[in-house]
């Protein structure tokens, strides 16, 4: 069945420095979709993307989706410690409606 | 506008025992999910229902938990009996009714269900 795989699991930053985290689907996505989840917090929503080779910016965050529409990134620029969380790429495949998550990257801020 | 709203919060259960969970979606939102999160895990999908028809269980262990929506607008998720391994946190979400095969919606989630199964 569809997989959604998501790297690094954890990624420890100094306040400022950049975040990455990746996600990488088992067949093509019709679209995915990004949220954040705080420490003893629900999911929230952050972003959907469709395209193929979109980009798409939110402030200091950065959202892209793969031309095969496989992958998909989060970029955080400069961290600020409310950026602390976990935060979530859900995929949807192109022939049914269940949305797919991958396992989460958490973001902490060393102290 | 009220979020989705769940109960209750925390709940403590030995093995075998049953439990009920209870969700209000979204005033006029036709979509609710019940998910499972496991520490350290991403939220896994149990049931997607829309209005009071379910569209997925794909993943709900039928022999030991079951779902209603009979209203199409409040739910409950029930589990009978408990085992140690349904420790985790039980989230609600809702969304706008989807209507095609590519959906548009995001998902809004409830505060969800922290059970701990001893």
């Known amino acids: 069945g569809q997989q959604v795989m998501q790297i690094p699991q954890y990624q420890h930053v100094q306040e400022g420095e950049d975040f990455t985290t990746y996600c990488n689907s088992s067949t093509t996505l019709s679209n995915i979709q990004w949220y954040k989840q705080r420490p003893g917090g629900h999911p929230v929503f952050l972003i959907q993307?469709?395209?193929s080779g979109e980009v798409k910016k939110q402030k200091r965050l950065t959202f892209q989706f793969g031309e095969a529409k496989k992958n998909s990134s989060l970029h955080i620029t400069a961290t600020q410690t409310t950026d602390v969380g976990t935060y979530f790429c859900?995929?949807?495949?192109?022939?049914?409606?269940?949305?797919?998550w991958g396992a989460g990257t958490k973001l902490i801020i060393k102290p | 506008e009220a979020g989705v709203a769940q109960s209750p919060r925390y709940k403590i259960i030995e093995k075998r025992q049953s439990v009920a969970f209870w969700c209000n979606p979204i005033s006029g939102h036709a979509t609710l999910y019940w998910y499972q999160q496991i520490l350290g895990q991403g939220p896994k999908l149990l049931i997607q229902f829309q209005n009071n028809g379910v569209v997925d269980d794909s993943q709900l262990p039928k022999d030991r938990f079951s779902a209603e929506r009979l209203k199409g607008v409040d739910s409950t998720l029930k589990i009978q009996p408990a085992k140690l391994e349904d420790s985790a946190v039980y989230l609600c979400?809702?969304?706008?009714?989807?209507?095609?095969?590519?959906?548009?919606?995001?998902?809004?989630f409830g505060p969800g269900t922290r059970l701990t199964v001893l």
């Open positions: 859900a995929g949807r495949g192109d022939s049914n409606y269940q949305l797919i």
């Open positions: 993307l469709v395209k």
């Open positions: 979400a809702s969304s706008p009714l989807e209507n095609k095969p590519i959906s548009y919606n995001e998902q809004f």
